[in-house]
C-alpha cells in the first residue's frame, strides 16, 4: 500500500474518533450543567475540558469568557478550531476523498453522507435546539463508520493502519478525560467528608461513566456502588472495557502486528511495553504514585507511538 | 436552417400526429413518457441529485466557491432522458473508430520515427516541428505495441448531410487525456436505478465492463515481461477537476492511484514508495499533462510528475498511456488530415466523416475565412474546453469584425468550419421538455487490438440554442443507448 494512502487511512479514523469523543465529553459536562452546582464549578467544568484539550490559549483568543454557549460554540462549530466536532468530520471527510478509491461504496459514502449532514444541521441550528440530540448524532455516525468499517472493508494492511489510527486516538482521547475528571475533584478523591458530597461524588462519577458509555458496565463489573478507584480501574486497566486505555492499547498492539515492516520493531517494542504495563499494573499504585503524574507520562507514551508510527510507515523515505 | 432531432422526424413536434413522427428506436421511450404522471421526471431528478452528492459524482470548478465559500465541489449535470442509438448505426460507427484510431496511432508511430507522410509530401514538415505539441524527446523512441494513444476520445456529432439526412461527422480526436468516461458508467447506473422498468423494456447494451477493457488494455500495454504488470493510475491530486474519476477508475481497475510525490526513479527503473517499501511500477495511467510529468524535462516547476520518469520510458522500462507526445495527432491543424493518413496507412477508404475544414495557413482557404467568417465556427488549433473560439452565427457583426483582426494576424493558427446543426435531442430542463444539442464521445481502447464499449458519453448543450457542451460551459450528460435489435 502507499505510504501516502496510509497516512490518509490512519488520519481518517483519527478525526472520526476524535469527534466522537469530543462529542462524549461535551455531552457530560452539558448534562452535569443541568445539575445544581455553583457558577465556579460550571466554569471550572467547562474550563477542564478546554485544556485537557490543550486549547485555552486559542479559545482565550477569541472570547472573554468562559460560559458554556461559547465553549459549546467552539468546539462544535468553530471551524478555525482544528479540534472542533465540524473540523473533525470535514478532515475525515478529506482524507477519506483523497483515498476514496482505498474504501468500499459504503465506508465512503457514510463519511461523506456525515459531513454533508452535519454541514446541513448546524446550517439549520439543528445543534442549539437540542445539544443532546447532537451529540448523540455525532456518536452514532462514529459508531455506523467502526460498523461499515469493520462489516465491508477487506481485512487487510488498509483495515489495520484505519483501526490503528481509532485505537491510538481513543487511547489518547479517554486518558485526556480521565486526567481532567479526577483531577477536578483531586482534593477529595480519597472519600468525600459530607453526605452532600458523595452525593455530588455519586453524579461526577456517573457522568464520567455514562460519557464512555461506562455505567452499566461498571454495575455490571462491580455490583457495587461507584467508587472513584474502580472508575479509575475500569477505564485504565480493565481489558474488557472497549474504551479503557489497556483495551485500546491491545488494538494498537495488535494491528501494529499485522503492518508490521522492516523498520518497525522498536515501535512494537514500546507499544508491546506499554501495553504490558497495563496488563500487569494495579490502580492502588497507580493512585500512590499520583494519577495525574500517570496519566501525563501516558499520553507521552501515545504520542511517542504516533511519531513512531509515521516515521516507520506513513513519511515518504526520500529518494 | 435545418434541424435534426434524435427522436423526432420533424420539429417543433407535432403533438396530435398520433406517434407517427417519433423515429423508430424512441418509440417503446415515448410510449412510457406518455403514461407517465406529470410530476415523474422531477421527482426523480431531485432523487438523482440526492444520491450523487451523496456518492460523491462531483468535479471541482476553479476559483469557484459554494454559497457557504467552502468548496469548489458541483454535480455534473445530467439528463433523465437517454439519446438512443440503433444498433446498425453504432455498428458502422464502431467499424469507423476503429479504423480511426490505427490510422492516428500508426500516425504519431511514423511521425516519431521514419517520418514518411511527411517524406510523401502529404503534410507540411513545418506543420509537425513548430507544433509545441511535437516531443523530439521521443525520436526513434520505441513504445509496446506501437500504440500511443491506448485511451482515445473521438467527438462525434450529427448533423444534416447535403440531402437532409442525419450523418455522424468526426468533430475532434482526444488523445491526450481524454475525460468523462466516470460519467458515462455513473449515468447509466443512475439510469438503471431511476427507472427500472425502461431498462425491463429495452434491450440496451452494457457498458459496465469498461475498468475490465481499461485494464486489460494497459496490461496488455506493459513493456515488462511480467506475469503480473503493475499498473498504476497518476492523478495530479484531490483538487484537480476531474479527480473524481481518477479515484473512480483505479477503484474500478483495483489498481493504486498515485500522485507525483508517491514515486521516484532509481537505476532507470520507478518506483512507489510503499508501507513495504519500494514497489516496481510497469503501466502508468497518467492523468496528468506532458508537460507536467517530468521536471527534468518538462517544465522543471512541476510537482505534479516524477524526476527522470522520461528517462525510464525512454529505456523501455515503464509504459506511460497515453504516450508522450499523442498531441502532435490530436491538434485541430492536423484534424483535416486525419482521412488522409487512414489513405496511406490503412490502404483503406475512411468510414468516419470529418466536417470539411478551411485551415488559415492556406491562403484561399484565409479569404474564404475572412469573407464568410459570419456563417463559420472558427477555433483556435490550440485551444480545447470551448475556449477561444467563435460561433460566427451566434456571434455580433463587432465579434466578427473583432475576431477577423485576430484570424488575420496570426491565420496557421486558426481553422474554420461550417456551422453544423448539431442534432437535439429532447431534454428534461426548468421549462418542461424541450430540445437541446448533443455529441457523443466514445471511448475506444488500444492495445493489442482496439475495443470499446457500445455507445460513449453523451453531451448535451443545456442552454437553449447552445452548441457548446463542455461541462466547463454548462453543458451536462445523457445515458447513451445502444438498443439492440
Partial sequence: MLSRTADHLFWMNRYTERAENTARLLDVNYQTSLLPQSAAAAQAGWQGLLSISELLPSYKAKHDAITAADVMHFMVRDETNPSSIVSCLSAARENARAVRGTLTTEVWETLNQTWLEVKRMLKAGEFEADPSQFFEWVKFRSHLSRGVTVGTMLMDEAL???????????????????????????????????????????????????????????????????????????????????????????????????????????????????????????????LATGLHAYLTQFLDRVNDLGNHISRDFLILPSA | ???????????????????????????????????????????????????????????????????????????????????????????????????????????????????????????????IERNAQFRPEMMGVDVPNQVYSQISGIDIVRAPDAQGKGEYYVLEDNLRVPSGVSYMLEDRKMMMRLFPELFAMHRVAPIAHYPDLLLETLRESSPATTAEPTVVVLTPGMYNSAYFEHAFLAQQMGVELVEGQDLFVKD??????????????????????????????????????????????????????????????????????????????????????????????????????????????????????????????????????EFKKVVAANPSGYI??????????????????????????????????????????????????????????????????ILEN
Fill in chain 1, 160 to 286: 489495520h493502519f484505519m483501526r490503528l489510527g481509532t485505537f491510538l486516538e481513543r487511547a489518547d482521547n479517554t486518558a485526556r478525560l480521565v486526567d481532567v475528571k479526577f483531577h477536578a475533584v483531586e482534593s477529595d478523591f480519597f472519600g468525600a467528608a459530607s453526605d452532600k458530597d458523595q452525593e455530588y461524588d455519586f453524579y461526577h462519577w456517573s457522568a464520567i461513566l455514562r460519557s464512555v458509555s461506562g455505567f452499566e458496565v461498571y454495575r455490571k463489573v462491580y455490583r457495587d456502588v461507584i467508587k472513584p478507584e474502580r472508575v479509575a480501574e475500569l477505564l485504565i486497566l480493565r481489558p474488557d472495557m472497549p474504551r479503557s486505555l489497556h483495551a485500546s492499547l491491545n488494538e494498537v498492539v495488535g494491528n501494529l502486528q499485522m503492518v508490521a515492516n522492516d523498520q518497525s520493531r522498536e515501535t512494537e517494542r514500546r507499544a508491546g511495553k506499554l501495553r504490558a504495563e497495563l496488563q500487569f499494573g494495579r490502580i492502588d499504585e497507580i
Fill in chain 2, 416 to 481: 474554420a468550419q461550417p456551422t453544423l446543426s448539431l442534432s437535439s435531442c429532447p431534454t428534461f430542463v426548468e421549462s418542461g421538455i424541450a430540445p437541446r444539442h448533443i455529441d457523443l464521445r466514445p471511448y475506444v481502447l488500444s492495445g493489442k487490438g482496439v475495443q470499446m464499449v457500445p455507445g460513449g458519453l453523451t453531451r448535451v448543450a443545456l442552454k437553449e440554442g447552445s452548441l457548446v457542451v463542455n461541462s466547463s460551459q454548462g453543458g451536462g450528460t445523457k445515458d447513451t443507448w
Fill in chain 2, 268 to 401: 532507470n527503473f520507478c518506483y512507489m514508495r510503499t508501507t513495504r517499501g519500494p514497489q516496481r511500477v510497469d503501466v502508468i495511467y497518467r492523468r496528468v499533462d506532458d508537460d507536467f510529468l517530468d521536471p527534468k524535462v518538462f517544465r522543471p516547476t512541476s510537482t505534479l510528475g516524477c524526476a527522470g520518469l522520461l528517462d525510464v520510458y525512454r529505456a523501455g522500462h515503464i509504459n506511460i498511456c497515453n504516450g508522450v507526445g499523442t498531441g502532435v495527432a490530436d491538434d485541430k491543424s492536423i484534424y483535416p488530415y486525419v482521412p488522409k493518413m487512414i489513405e496511406f496507412y490503412l490502404g483503406e477508404k475512411p468510414i468516419l466523416n470529418n466536417v470539411p475544414t478551411y485551415m488559415g495557413r492556406n491562403k484561399d482557404d484565409l479569404a474564404y475565412m475572412l469573407a464568410h467568417m459570419k456563417e463559420l465556427v472558427v477555433k483556435e488549433v490550440h485551444g480545447a474546453g470551448g475556449y477561444g473560439m467563435l460561433v460566427g452565427p451566434a456571434s455580433t457583426a463587432a465579434e466578427v469584425e
Fill in chain 2, 1 to 127: 436552417m435545418q434541424k435534426f432531432d434524435e427522436m423526432y422526424t420533424q420539429l417543433p413536434y407535432d403533438f396530435f400526429s398520433g406517434g407517427k413522427q417519433i423515429r423508430a428506436h424512441y418509440s417503446l421511450y415515448d410510449a412510457w413518457l406518455a403514461r407517465q404522471p406529470g410530476d415523474t421526471m422531477a421527482k426523480r431528478r431531485a432523487e438523482a441529485e440526492v444520491i450523487f452528492r451523496r456518492v460523491g459524482i462531483t468535479f471541482a470548478v476553479y476559483g469557484d466557491k459554494d454559497e457557504d465559500g467552502a468548496g469548489t465541489e458541483r454535480l455534473i449535470p445530467f439528463d433523465l432522458i437517454p439519446r438512443i442509438i440503433p444498433a446498425h448505426e453504432w455498428q458502422a460507427l464502431e467499424r469507423g473508430l476503429t479504423q480511426r484510431v490505427n490510422a492516428l496511432n500508426r500516425f504519431i508511430h511514423d511521425i516519431y520515427h521514419d517520418q514518411e507522410i511527411l517524406k510523401a509530401g502529404h503534410i507540411a514538415r513545418e506543420q
